[in-house]
């Protein structure tokens, strides 16, 4: 398995932005699928967005399209999420994940075999 490392949360009003980022080490970076999943308190890990191997690919959930962007970097293992326009409701602890299938819009926690530690990010009213 790869083993991530996710950094960049914090606390910030309703409309700013963030950047998280995920560093991967252990195995070849390019070999996975990458995605982001959230977990608010009581709630279920929902998906966030994916991007493919190469980077040419990415998919997001309806909640935040238009507002947050996956990117990676394979000369550094990495990858980010850019989110902007930041609501209450995007308030929960953020997770990276890797698995070497792709799975779209599909993408379910389970299909994950590979999880960071988590970040938290606050947005406030």
């Known amino acids: 398995q790869v083993q991530l490392v996710e950094s960049g949360g914090g606390l910030v009003q309703t409309g700013g932005s963030l950047r998280l980022s995920c560093t991967a080490s252990g195995r070849t970076f390019s070999d996975y699928t990458m995605a982001w999943f959230r977990q608010a308190p009581g709630k279920e890990r929902e998906f966030v967005a994916t991007?493919?191997?190469?980077?040419?690919?990415?998919v997001y959930a309806d909640s935040v399209k238009g507002r947050f962007t996956i990117s990676r970097d394979n000369t550094k293992n990495t990858v980010y999420l850019q989110m902007n326009s930041l609501k209450p409701d995007d308030t929960a602890v953020y997770y990276c994940?890797?698995?070497?299938?792709?799975?779209?819009?599909?993408?379910?926690?389970?299909?994950?075999?590979?999880w960071g530690q988590g970040t938290q990010v606050t947005v406030s009213s």
């Open positions: 994940a890797a698995d070497k299938g792709w799975y779209g819009s599909g993408a379910r926690p389970r299909m994950f075999g590979s």
């Open positions: 991007i493919s191997r190469s980077g040419g690919a990415s």
